[in-house]
């Protein structure tokens, strides 16, 4: 599709034939980073509206800074009208097994705004961080939501590594890879899981959870730890991952992926399933690019952005890595993404354990810092698109900002949701795989 | 004439007289009216006791014999209204703060006419009485607060439908009279133009009681006007049932109907209930949504006396008598709920300054007992709670409709049982509609600060009529017993009530629809639930439970009870407004009320949204009414200056006087 | 399409995946290294050792407070190992500090409930990997409902409220609004190192010490998270239900 007349109005077109580059150029004056090319990281900060130009990594951007309760996560629209009302939903609810709150806009039945509202579970780590050693520093950011510690603790020590120029052994960077492509089976499992459940496909729901349970059992295997906890840290359990260890994991995946090949059939063929979550929750590309979505959320709107093919780091640039993606922009949409992206992590898996870095002791240059002692890391989360962004000075980390892909993603569900019925909002809201911890910080 | 016609004759002229008396103070004109509202009452129940009452007669002026006579029929409607006006006449004393006497001056017209023309023998004095009625009932609803142009166009269309209702009665009276030879009411032999009264008389009557298409009549100058409180009651209440009790007097007077006539009135019924209830469900109005509720109910009338009729036809001589009884008690539980409802609405009108129930929220919850329990046993009746009077009418008519297998030829069995689902789905909706009313307005907490009651005298006759709603329930199979006279008088034989006994239940404690069909027995519902009651109440006594735990309502976490975050009584309906969205023609209205900058993420547009719906029929009449008006404007501006009203009033009274001539003269 | 078939089909294929705990003891698969307390294998002196390796202060010269360990796997180069009973879950706090006063011979909080359980899960400032290892509870492989503990959508209906995350202040009040909506009898489980004393958040802004400072716990399960086998043993010892000794 191609820009609309309001998108393009007053912006400077440049003469490029690559229409994603073109597109985002489109929106050059106030809204996406597309364009932030991995050449030109020194820029993300300054380009990336979401992340305001800031001389010290701050944490300006919804999220991770302010404390207190109901804060708003994104721009939502005031609707008042003849007995419309606030429903509110949260934030203890079954539904969103996370400390959230949503406030809905409503004459009954019909969603005609949403608001999620954060900060019910701020534990403050972006600040309680600044002055730690980067060792112990990764214990907090690790938590800061455990489901994508992997990806989390990944940038952050990219971030850091950049910041110090510390030679990084190869084997670390590969290990980083081997957790965050599990961690990605495992949380796209999990956004498969909740949608099933919403439609009441039990067993499904129940071969899918177990699917799941079964990816952190290998993660308990191989980093003896179910979430990952500590394993990416220098010290880490992962560096006894020994050729017998690599080659039952690599076994053991093989197993899984064929169950997960043969379920994903039985979802497809499930009309109840597809029907429910079909134009469900549904937002087009200009909208998905106005915003800033990242992640399966940006990928289901027909848009090719996968920070390890635009911001490849070690193991990616030496690894096949295919990008899925779909045009509907609605649930299903992402739902079949992310069933894609487990294929793909699947063969990154089988190609990161076959091609183990031999030498213990090869190092690998970090990315050039961005500023004195300040780098930033970035890599793509289950979620989406990931940046840390870190100053250390004396070992310790002097400052620290950060942009979640829920904080990117939440102004795309609000969205997504006005117009729908009630019924839709688990749909909805699962597909887009949300983390309030993340998000609070 | 003997003792109680003297009473019968002095109830009718009292309830006339209360408007002079309104003119020395309007509380003396409401005492007229509740005193010979008692009087009319008490008539009532001695002409249904002892036979008919023959009260004053004169000569008319076109030489016919005239009188007031109570008959079983005429009795049993008088009964119905003057329970009705007790209540109203009472509850005026306390409501009527106005310093003009017009409200008093017109509500005792209004009682006065419809006692005339349910008490008068003569066809003449009828019309007169109802159009006398129209008249005054017109007068009363320009009384609403705050005059402004809605409530002069809404009274405008009242009075439109009023005359063209008194048109019709007159052609359906004319045609009587060529067909019997006199205007005194006698069951006039099978004719040609039977066709032509049947058809007149029911689209006349069908006006009055505001079933579709003529709905607007209904709930136009109750709701949009916001015509007084006490002038609802009694235009939805008696003015209806005035409708009612012409439609079965005309039908007592043409024997042997043709089946189309039942299944006409059965169809009409039907789509009345429907669609009364569904805009009774959608309606955030305290009048408006009893006033739709009204259409309901005088559906179901409707549906009642048509099975009568087809059955007759189709000699069933026992579901005929069953489904007279039905319309019959229909029309009695729905005068008595409406009435309290009506009173209600005013209640909170005086206790909280609003007629929105989406406004209203609850703030009105606990101000009055008396109001409370009233207005309770109103809407569990209207939405068909055993036993109250409302659950004994619905029940009956539905056993009725059940039955409608046994017609012939099949397309009346299909009609039955189209008629049956809409019947059902109408008491699904109203079932919605009672319990938004109740909800919103006495029950739920309150959605912003309690409002301060100050409505002192409101409450008492609310509760009266409550007692009157459990008491027409509960004591429903002995009230059958003594409807007979007014059943047998309409079907000019003797007939036996539809009570029985089954197992244990005394004989003549059960309603007991065909033989055998359905069986139910309303005293025994409240000594069941008592017997359950004590049994609850005895093991909580008896057990050693210690005190009950108070804890505010779980709301994930969230504190309950914020305004802005308490459903509304908009939200309460919005799934049948969707749901029904076809029907209701509902569409949503977004406005942009905030600018967009360029600048999203910074700034939220700000929307007003509307859920809208529509009423078909109400599209055509405004249509037809501004047709109306321009024609009106025309005539007056160019062909006539003066008053619009005065010069209808004028062309109606030639038109009158002429047509009667030429039908006497026939 | 012959759906039913083959989810069946699937399903059957899969064959039974539920674990046996707790008639007989977790395996290593269902509780990896960090499901296991550390405790020091080289006598008491490593103690002294480790003392500094800990980034949270568990280890003190005399005893390793296991309520506020976060496995973090930094003792285990100074003597310690994740070598402690899989069912570490203890019925008081000081407990955790001493274990020799485990398992007293007083009745469990809630005995009258031990063969049906409602646990509603509620969030005060999570992580998320303890909500989802509770969750997991419901998978296939630990199916809490054969022990007969099912998930509650309200407080309302539960007799249990299981705890996970430091409490932040903005839930302070939506927990104690839980609290009261349990009917009686209820008991309140900690779930993880964060409501039992903080975690790894502990003295965070905003934060609260521990969850005990706001309502009567009965129950703490330490780990961070813990292992659905951990919750499992949690929930087990506040009804007291007969089980085989886990693993230790
Ligand atoms: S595992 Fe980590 S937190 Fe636990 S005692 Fe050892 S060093 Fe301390
Ligand atoms: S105890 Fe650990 S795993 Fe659980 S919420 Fe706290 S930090 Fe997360």
Redesign the interface.
């Known amino acids: 599709m191609t820009p609309s007349a309001e998108e393009t109005a007053?912006a400077t077109v440049l003469p490029t034939r690559d229409a994603e580059r073109a597109l985002a150029y489109v929106a050059a004056?106030?809204?996406f980073a597309l364009y932030n090319d991995y050449r030109a990281k020194a820029s993300v900060l300054e380009r990336d509206?979401r992340i305001p130009p800031t001389e010290e990594p701050a944490l300006t951007w919804r999220g991770g800074a302010a404390a207190g309760a109901h804060r708003p996560l994104g721009?939502?629209?005031?609707?008042?009208?003849?007995?419309?009302?606030?429903?509110?939903?949260?934030?203890?609810?079954m539904g969103v097994p996370e400390a959230g709150?949503f406030a809905v806009r409503?004459?009954?039945?019909?969603v005609?705004?949403l608001e999620p509202l954060g900060g019910f579970k701020s534990r403050g780590i972006g600040t309680s961080v600044v002055g730690q050693p980067v060792e112990d520093a990764a214990l907090r950011i690790e938590r800061m939501a455990g489901n994508f510690s992997a990806s989390h603790v990944a940038a952050f020590l990219a971030a850091a590594d950049s910041a110090l120029g510390r030679e990084v052994p190869e084997v670390e960077l590969w290990t980083r890879g081997l957790a965050q492509e599990l961690q990605r089976v495992y949380n796209h499992l999990h956004v498969i899981a909740r949608v099933a459940e919403a439609a009441s496909q039990n067993v499904g729901l129940a071969q899918t959870h177990a699917l799941a349970e079964e990816i952190l059992r290998v993660q308990g295997a191989v980093f003896g730890h179910r979430w990952l906890f500590g394993a990416l840290l220098p010290n880490g359990p992962a560096r006894r991952l020994d050729a017998p260890d690599r080659s039952r994991t690599s076994r053991e995946l093989d197993r899984l992926s064929d169950e997960f090949e043969a379920l994903w059939e039985l979802f497809l063929e499930s009309r109840t399933f597809v029907d429910r979550i079909q134009a469900t929750g549904s937002i087009d590309r200009a909208e998905a690019i106005?915003?800033g979505a990242v992640g399966p959320t940006l990928r289901a709107c027909g848009v090719d952005w996968d920070d390890r093919l635009r911001v490849p780091a070690h193991p990616y640039t030496d690894l096949f890595v295919a990008l899925p993606r779909e045009t509907g922009g609605d649930a299903l949409a992402r739902v079949a993404v992310r069933a894609a992206e487990i294929r793909a992590s699947f063969l990154l898996l089988e190609q990161i354990l076959d091609r183990w870095p031999r030498s213990a002791t090869k190092t690998v240059a970090p990315a050039a810092p961005v500023g004195p002692g300040r780098g930033i890391g970035r890599v793509e989360a289950p979620s989406g698109d990931l940046v840390y962004d870190v100053r250390v000075a004396e070992d310790r980390v002097a400052a620290l900002g950060f942009r979640s892909p829920s904080q990117a993603n939440w102004?795309l569900f609000a969205h997504g949701m006005q117009g729908a019925v009630f019924t839709d909002f688990h749909f909805a809201f699962e597909s887009f795989g949300l983390v309030f911890a993340e998000t609070d910080g | 004439m003997d003792a109680a016609g003297i009473v019968l004759s002095a109830a009718v002229a009292g309830l006339f007289a209360g408007a002079p008396m309104s003119l020395l103070h309007r509380r003396a004109g409401y005492a007229t009216a509740t005193v010979a509202s008692g009087l009319l009452f008490a008539v009532a129940i001695v002409a249904l006791v002892a036979g008919p009452v023959q009260g004053l007669g004169w000569s008319g002026p076109l030489g016919d014999p005239e009188s007031l006579r109570l008959d079983g029929l005429s009795a049993f409607f008088a009964l119905a209204a003057s329970t009705v006006w007790i209540a109203t006449s009472f509850y005026s004393l306390a409501y009527d703060d106005r310093p003009s006497p017009l409200l008093a001056i017109c509500y005792s017209l209004t009682l006065g006419s419809i006692a005339l023309l349910v008490s008068s023998s003569s066809l003449v004095l009828f019309l007169v009485g109802w159009e006398t009625m129209t008249l005054a009932s017109y007068g009363m609803i320009l009384q609403a607060h705050g005059r402004s142009g809605r409530v002069f166009s809404a009274s405008f269309v009242f009075l439109a439908f009023g005359e063209a209702s008194t048109l019709l009665v007159f052609v359906a009276v004319a045609g009587l009279r060529v067909m019997t030879g006199t205007f005194a009411e006698v069951p006039a032999a099978a004719g040609s133009l039977a066709t032509v009264v049947f058809v007149a008389g029911l689209i006349g009557f069908g006006l009055k009681m505001g079933v579709a298409p003529f709905h607007m009549s209904e709930w136009l100058p109750i709701a949009h006007s916001s015509a007084p409180s006490n002038a609802s009651a009694v235009l939805s209440s008696t003015l209806t049932l005035a409708g009612a009790y012409g439609l079965f007097r005309l039908l007592s007077l043409l024997p042997s109907p043709p089946l189309w006539w039942g299944a006409v009135m059965l169809g009409i019924g039907a789509v009345s209930v429907l669609l009364g209830a569904l805009f009774a469900t959608v309606s955030?109005h305290t009048k408006g949504l009893p006033a739709y509720s009204t259409i309901e109910n005088n559906g179901l009338i409707l549906v009642a006396l048509g099975i009568a009729l087809i059955a007759r036809t189709d000699g069933l001589p026992g579901l005929y008598v069953f489904a007279l009884f039905a319309a019959f008690y229909q029309a009695l539980a729905h005068a008595v709920a409406k009435t309290a409802l009506f009173l209600s609405a005013g209640y909170l009108e005086h206790a909280a300054g609003t007629f929105d129930l989406?406004s209203l929220g609850g703030r009105t919850r606990g101000s009055d007992r008396t109001a409370y329990l009233g207005t309770l046993a109103a809407t569990l009746s209207l939405a068909a709670t055993p036993p109250l009077a409302g659950f004994v009418s619905e029940w009956m008519v539905l056993e009725a409709l059940f039955q409608s297998y046994r017609f012939h030829p099949e397309w009346v069995q299909f009609e039955g049982l189209l008629s049956g689902a809409a019947v059902a789905l109408a008491a699904g909706l109203i079932l919605v509609a009672m319990v938004k009313f109740m909800g919103f307005s006495l029950l739920w907490r309150p959605r912003a600060t309690a409002a301060d009651p100050r409505a002192p005298g409101l409450g008492a006759p609310i509760a009266a009529a409550g007692a009157a709603i459990v008491g027409v329930g509960v004591a429903a199979p002995w009230i059958l017993k003594f409807l007979t006279p007014t059943v047998a008088a309409f079907a000019g034989a003797p007939v036996v009530a539809p009570v029985g006994g089954l197992l244990s239940v005394p004989d003549g404690w059960s309603i007991v629809s065909g033989s055998p069909f359905g069986i139910i027995s309303p005293p025994v519902i409240p000594i069941a639930l008592a017997a359950g009651a004590l049994v609850a109440v005895g093991y909580y006594a008896l057990g050693r439970r210690r005190g009950a735990?108070r804890?505010?309502p779980?709301?994930?976490?969230?504190v309950p009870g914020?305004e802005?975050?308490?459903?509304?009584?908009?939200?309460?309906?919005?799934?049948i407004?969707?749901m029904m969205g076809s029907l209701l023609q509902t569409r949503e209205v977004r406005a942009q009320?905030?600018s967009v900058t360029?600048?999203?993420?910074?700034?939220?547009?700000?929307?007003?949204?509307?859920?809208e719906v529509l009423d078909v029929f109400k599209v055509f009449y405004d249509g037809l009414i501004r047709f109306g008006e321009g024609v009106a404007s025309v005539l007056k501006t160019g062909v006539m200056p003066g008053r619009l009203g005065r010069y209808l009033a004028y062309i109606l009274i030639v038109t009158l006087v002429v047509v009667i001539y030429v039908a006497s003269a026939a | 399409m012959s759906v039913v078939p083959s989810w069946v089909g699937q399903s059957i294929a899969r064959g039974i995946l539920t674990t046996r705990y707790p008639r007989e003891p977790a395996t290593d698969a269902e509780v990896p290294a960090t499901g296991r307390p550390p405790v020091p294998v080289g006598g008491p002196a490593t103690l002294a050792a480790a003392v500094r390796s800990c980034p949270v202060g568990a280890i003190s010269e005399a005893a390793i407070d296991q309520g506020i360990c976060i496995r973090c796997a930094r003792c285990r180069t100074h003597g310690l190992e994740f070598a402690g009973s899989v069912e570490s879950a203890t019925r008081s706090r000081g407990d955790l500090v001493e274990p020799s006063a485990r398992r007293d011979g007083t009745p469990p909080p809630l005995a009258s409930l031990k063969r049906s359980l409602h646990v509603f899960l509620i969030d005060v400032g999570s992580c998320n990997a303890c909500n989802l290892e509770v969750l997991a509870l419901a998978n296939p492989f630990y199916d809490s409902q054969r022990l007969g503990i099912f998930f509650t959508n309200?407080?309302?209906h539960a007799d249990v409220l299981l705890v996970v995350g430091v409490p932040t202040d903005a839930m302070v009040?939506?927990l104690r609004?839980?609290y009261?909506?349990l009917p009686?009898p209820k008991a309140v489980v900690a779930v993880g190192a964060c409501p039992i004393g903080g975690g790894v958040f502990a003295g965070g802004p905003g934060l609260k010490g521990s969850l005990a400072e706001l309502v009567p716990v009965d129950v703490f399960v330490p780990g961070c998270p813990p292992t659905p086998v951990n919750v499992l043993d949690g929930l087990l010892t506040l009804t007291g239900r007969d089980r085989r000794p886990g693993g230790t």
């Open positions: 007053g004056d106030g809204a509206p721009p939502t629209p005031v609707v008042e009208g003849y007995g419309v009302f606030t429903f509110p939903y949260g934030p203890v609810s709150k409503t004459y009954g039945e019909r005609l705004s106005r915003w102004p | 955030e989406n735990r804890v505010a779980w709301m994930a976490g969230s914020l802005r975050e308490t459903y509304t009584s908009f939200g309460y309906s919005t799934g407004r969707i009320v905030g360029r600048a999203e993420l910074a700034t939220p547009v700000s929307y007003n949204v509307d859920l | 309200s407080p309302r009040e939506p609004r839980a009261e909506a009686e």
